[in-house]
């Protein structure tokens, strides 16, 4: 079935790397993305990655895919207090365009 | 430039009373449409979408539907209100080609009392 999960939290220093984890099911996803909510507003594209990658990288963010494992991670460099929010995992199965999210992972940065 | 819009952003509405969602885009033709549902500490749950005018599909049974008037606007409604429709309500758009990435509205926070 299509499940993605995500660990629901993750709390990290300022200026340390955050690392926020997700599996998903469907090995026929040609994308997988990231999207970004923060507080009271609505999605945001942080990033994707196509299926035959293994990673991409844009500036600050990192993202690995592990296509055997169906793994997916997102690294933040030098994380900032501006980073705080949710992050969400999503796949797309079948090559729909009805992407799948994960449940969120919410990322608190502390000084 | 694409730009979504959706309203309200904060709804309060008692248990039985209707609900009209509306969100509608610009600067782009044909898209496909998506009402998504975020439940309090929990993930986006697609609702409906549309790929075109008067060509609405429904993802979950429930007490919403959704209509799609115009190219780019798409509506979600309710004849009553449960409590079990709260939640964060997110329109979003997409082209039509395969795998295209999902932009989305600002939302609306809605609270059944």
């Known amino acids: 079935g299509e499940d993605v999960e995500q660990s629901l939290f993750l709390s990290v220093r300022e200026g340390d790397s955050s690392v926020i984890n997700c599996t998903y099911t469907?090995?026929?996803?040609?994308?997988l993305y990231w999207y970004k909510q923060e507080p009271g507003a609505g999605l945001q594209l942080l990033t994707y990655?196509?299926?035959?990658?293994d990673m991409k990288q844009d500036q600050r963010l990192t993202v690995l895919l592990n296509k055997k494992d169906k793994h997916l991670s997102l690294r933040i460099a030098d994380t900032q207090t501006g980073d705080s929010a949710i992050y969400f995992c999503?796949?797309?199965?079948?090559?729909?365009?009805?992407?799948?999210f994960g449940a969120g992972t919410r990322l608190a940065v502390h000084p | 430039s694409q730009t979504i819009h959706q309203w309200p952003a904060t709804l309060v509405q008692p248990v039985g009373s209707p609900l009209s969602l509306e969100c509608t885009v610009e600067?782009?033709?044909?898209?496909?449409l998506y009402w998504y549902r975020q439940a309090a500490g929990r993930g986006l749950q697609l609702l409906f979408y549309?790929?075109?005018?008067?060509?609405i599909s429904s993802e979950v049974p429930q007490n919403l539907s959704a209509s799609r008037p115009q190219d780019r606007q798409f509506i979600l409604s309710s004849k009553k209100l449960l409590l079990s429709d709260s939640g964060f309500y997110l329109c979003?758009?997409?082209?039509?080609?395969?795998?295209?990435?999902?932009?989305f509205g600002s939302g609306t926070q809605l609270s059944v009392l």
């Open positions: 469907d090995s026929s996803s040609t994308y």
């Open positions: 600067g782009t033709s044909n898209p496909n």
């Open positions: 990655i196509f299926s035959n990658m």
């Open positions: 549309s790929v075109g005018i008067g060509q």
């Open positions: 979003a758009w997409s082209g039509q080609s395969t795998n295209e990435k999902l932009f």
């Open positions: 999503a796949e797309s199965p079948g090559g729909y365009n009805k992407l799948i």
